[in-house]
């Protein structure tokens, strides 16, 4: 490392808190699905902040509708109309065929918007007695990191000394239709869901099972809340993981990719009047809706559509899959993925998965561990197959190798 990088990184560490362990590398710039450090080395994205960049790094046409927006206004608050929400609301409904917008910022905030909104339906509509909605979610699942979300995580670290959390909530394993079918009370309004668990290790259910989900939050009067927030907008391969199984959510929860990367947004989408229960002054965000926000979320969706990205994840991420699944290495336990939302899981003896995404690095591929022995890989929607076809032959040249 450059006396520069390690300056940067020691800063970092003074003045940081210490709640993130980054692989070691300082990003200046990027492009499509290149970024270039502070030292000019440049860099095949396999991470795609979350998924947040999947148009890629700096797209031209998004980036051309913030820099307009920024130059005429970015916020009013929702105490007055703007003239960007509107047609975001009417955009976004086509796109996804919802019949309700909620909009909001981070991720987060769309599942704390769901989970508040699911409870009120409950209550409201539903008929459950006060204070005693339950919503129903999944071992291993990450919806985010606010208190209430992380009262209803499974993982340690995550949860560790930061209760007591928030009553509510039933955890079921991921997959097990038998188990949510049992665990449904008449007091449950909700079950919450990922469609693929991308935190867990991109963790992919057993086919048929929302198929079975949805009929069973049907019968039972329950609403089926799929967070998309990383899996939709072109991630798998479809618009929205749902229509692997040609299923329709209840509500569904929208973020990262919504804004290309440029800027934080959100969406609580509703098929029905779960949304319908709010009221002025009940729920709301000072951000939420900015007509930024609306103009930025306006580009990025229209570019995945207009650039045919979300069939490009379809056609690379098989390529890339199959690719991965065709390197013989010791190394590897399994080999998994849907659409360009991918993940190498390593034999726990052949080492952390870390060491290898630090060896990655040095091939001039960024990639994260989860999980201690599992490789996530997300590389922006635009990836093509020449680059997917080098990505190949770095992650088989550093798989071979043992870091034990």
């Not at 071992?139 to 209760?163: C, K, M, P, Y």
């Not at 039972?220 to 329709?248: C, P, S, W, Y």
Request: aromatic fraction near 6%.
């Amino acid at each position: 490392m450059s006396s520069s990088v390690i300056d940067l990184l020691a800063t970092e560490a003074r003045f940081g808190a210490q709640n993130y362990q980054p692989i070691g590398v300082v990003l200046t710039r990027g492009e499509g699905v290149w970024v270039w450090d502070i030292e000019g080395n440049r860099y095949l994205d396999c991470l795609s902040a979350y998924s947040a960049v999947s148009q890629g790094h700096c797209h031209p046409k998004i980036l051309a509708a913030m820099v307009e927006q920024a130059g005429r206004l970015t916020l009013t608050s929702r105490a007055f109309h703007n003239d960007q929400l509107a047609l975001f609301y009417e955009e976004i409904a086509a796109l996804t065929g919802s019949h309700k917008v909620l909009p909001m910022n981070s991720g987060a905030e769309a599942v704390e918007s769901a989970i508040k909104s699911v409870r009120k339906w409950g209550y409201e509509v539903k008929g459950v007695a006060d204070g005693q909605a339950e919503i129903i979610v999944c071992a291993d699942n990450f919806h985010g990191r606010t208190l209430g979300i992380v009262g209803f995580s499974t993982d340690a670290e995550t949860r560790g000394h930061f209760g007591p959390f928030a009553p509510g909530f039933k955890i079921i394993p991921f997959g097990d239709a038998a188990a949510l079918d049992a665990a449904i009370t008449p007091n449950t309004v909700a079950f919450l869901v990922e469609p693929i668990q991308g935190e867990a290790g991109v963790i992919i259910p057993p086919a048929g099972y929302f198929t079975e989900v949805r009929e069973l939050c049907t019968a039972n009067n329950v609403m089926l809340v799929l967070d998309e927030i990383q899996t939709g907008l072109g991630r798998t391969g479809k618009l929205l993981a749902e229509q692997h199984e040609g299923i329709e959510a209840d509500v569904t929860l929208l973020g990262k990719a919504l804004s290309g990367g440029f800027y934080p947004v959100s969406a609580v989408l509703s098929n029905n009047d779960v949304l319908g229960t709010l009221r002025p002054g009940q729920h709301g965000s000072t951000f939420g809706g900015n007509p930024l926000a609306c103009a930025v979320a306006r580009a990025a969706m229209r570019v995945l559509v207009e650039e045919g990205m979300i069939e490009n994840a379809a056609t690379q991420g098989a390529r890339f899959l199959q690719g991965l699944k065709d390197i013989r290495a010791n190394t590897i336990r399994d080999v998994r993925g849907r659409g360009l939302m991918l993940a190498v899981e390593l034999h726990p003896e052949a080492g952390r998965a870390r060491r290898y995404c630090e060896a990655l690095q040095g091939k001039g591929i960024l990639a994260k561990d989860t999980h201690e022995h599992t490789i996530r890989i997300a590389p922006p929607l635009v990836i093509t197959s020449d680059q997917v076809d080098w990505a190949l032959e770095q992650f088989a040249t550093i798989l071979t190798q043992d870091f034990s």
